[in-house]
């Protein structure tokens, strides 16, 4: 079976389409989401668009997607980051119960997936954390390899035997410009998907009413931040909202 596995679109509408028409996701058996879906600028066309993948898609809870829906819910702006409460704004009631059912690992024979940790949806774990680090996140799993999101950055590497596979970010990527996410099946495969980022800036100005959108395209689609960046910020933090 081959596994298409796309994390953290974030909203970003034309990058999940540019993923989605990969030859290699549209043979895919199954579309593993690994969450942190619609916080971004265009929210809803992007739920529809997830949505329209029926069956084969195997949908994982991020953190971003449970707070989405309880900022949706109260209002709260706990997060900070303006286009966050902006995006609960634009959701409708009947994609609440959606959010809500998402769960927080899916295992599939050998395979577990989950957003952050298998434990918890904010925990951060990265390519160069310790020994430590890892057994205390993966402590009781007992699948083989794990798939796991959340920090925006692909890698794959081995943690006290077990595979750990990171396939990136969709939509809001640390690194190389473009679309990031995996494929699975005889071996594991890190993907990037180019497409056009000044034409995906101008679609996401001319379709999200979001008022900051000129500045959010230029940051997050057309000058991504480095990995080495990111890599200084996250580390030695143990828990993240990303």
Known sequence: M??????????????????????DVRAADRIVLLGDLLAGPMPVETLERLQALGD??????????RELAESARTGGTFV????????????R?????VLDALPLTVTSGDVLFCHATPRNDTEIVLVDSPPERWAEVLDGVTAST?????????????ADRRLVVNPGSVGMPYGARGAHWALLGEGV??????????AACRYLVSRSAYPDIEEWADYF??????????????????????
């Open 80 to 91: 900070p980051d303006p286009i966050f409460p902006w995006a609960a704004r634009q959701l």
């Open 56 to 65: 084969r898609a195997v949908w994982v809870r991020g953190n971003a997607d």
């Open 2 to 23: 081959n596994v298409a596995v796309l994390s953290d679109i974030h909203g970003v509408l034309p990058a999940l389409e540019a993923v989605l028409a990969e030859p």
């Open 189 to 198: 495969q890190l993907r990037r998907t180019e497409y056009d980022a000044e």
């Open 146 to 158: 794990v798939v796991c999101g959340h920090t925006h950055m692909q890698f794959a590497r081995f």
């Open 93 to 97: 009631p009947a994609d609440l119960p």
């Open 221 to 242: 689609v057309r000058n991504p931040v480095s990995d080495v960046e990111a890599l200084r910020v996250f580390s030695g933090r143990g828990t993240s909202s990303t």
